[in-house]
């Protein structure tokens, strides 16, 4: 049970503080709202400052309180300065959702460098790198702390050869996939926990042309004959952020409508 002696209180988190990378819009925003709702204070990273924006207007309009930080997370220099922000602002983070990323499509004999790169350098490099700065500034001397990764089915599997080629993609969710668990044998003993989500196909800007193309055979594919919704990755979140899942660490939770069974 937790502190109060409740089961609910497990999930409570008050006066915590959950960093939320790509937390405007989409399935990084739907995180950061469940965190929110639960009590969590919220710093949420995006590129764009609108976006930002209006997103912290939106969860602030629900009683969350919430503070954008505008952060390129592709650039290597970004980590640390951004982890100085968030602590500078709130004074810890507790919570480390790892959500940002980037795909490009391309048959994988014509797939260019730069797209590579692009990919690589914010799903994988930069992820990492922001998990390392907040470790070492706060985790760590805080004595506890746990990582959030979004990571996909596309990093558990091949891509269907009828859709246009995501190679780099694939590539770098299997890397997170991996990365979890390593970091998850190796911190353990820190009492850093580490998870991953693995969402299947969401709506969302990344996914519109694969869906409006593939959307009909998608859910024939899927044993529940759905998209993931507007709340279907807020349980899943929740339960790897909170002490709910005290006992969870180095797991991959796929959240595809049963996509990946068949």
Do not use: C
């Not at 990378?21 to 995180?31: A, D, F, K, V, Y």
């Not at 970091?183 to 693995?198: D, S, Y």
């Not at 929740?238 to 002490?243: F, H, N, V, W, Y």
Request: negative net charge; hydrophobic residues 45%; charged residues 20%.
């Amino acid at each position: 049970m937790s502190k109060d002696g409740t089961l609910a209180g497990l999930f409570d988190l008050s006066g915590k503080v959950a960093l939320v990378t790509g937390g405007s819009r989409g399935l990084g925003l739907q995180i950061a709202s469940a965190l929110g709702e639960y009590g969590a204070s919220l710093a949420l990273v995006a590129r764009k400052q609108a976006e930002l924006d209006a997103a912290v207007e939106q969860l602030s309009a629900k009683g969350i309180t919430a503070v954008g930080f505008a952060a390129d997370l592709g650039s290597p220099q970004t980590a640390s300065a951004l982890t100085e922000r968030v602590l500078e602002r709130f004074g810890r983070i507790d919570v480390l959702v790892n959500n940002a990323g980037a795909a490009w499509g391309a048959p994988a004999e014509d797939y260019p460098l730069e797209g590579w790169n692009k990919v690589i350098d914010l799903n994988v490099t930069g992820l990492f790198l922001l998990t390392q700065a907040v470790a070492r500034a706060a985790f760590l001397k805080q004595g506890k702390g746990s990582v959030v990764n979004v990571a996909s089915i596309e990093g558990l599997q091949g891509h269907h050869p009828d859709q246009l080629g995501t190679i780099a993609y694939n590539t770098a969710k299997g890397a997170v996939v991996n990365l979890t668990r390593a970091l998850a044998a190796e911190w353990g003993p820190k009492n850093i926990r580490v998870n991953a989500l693995a969402p299947g196909y969401f709506p969302s800007k990344m996914t519109e042309a694969t869906l409006g193309e593939h959307g009909e055979d998608m859910l024939r594919r899927t044993p529940l004959g759905k998209l993931g919704g507007d709340t279907d990755l807020m349980g899943p979140a929740l339960l790897l952020a909170s002490d709910a899942g005290g006992h969870i660490t180095g797991q991959i939770l796929v959240v595809d409508g049963g996509m990946t069974v068949i």
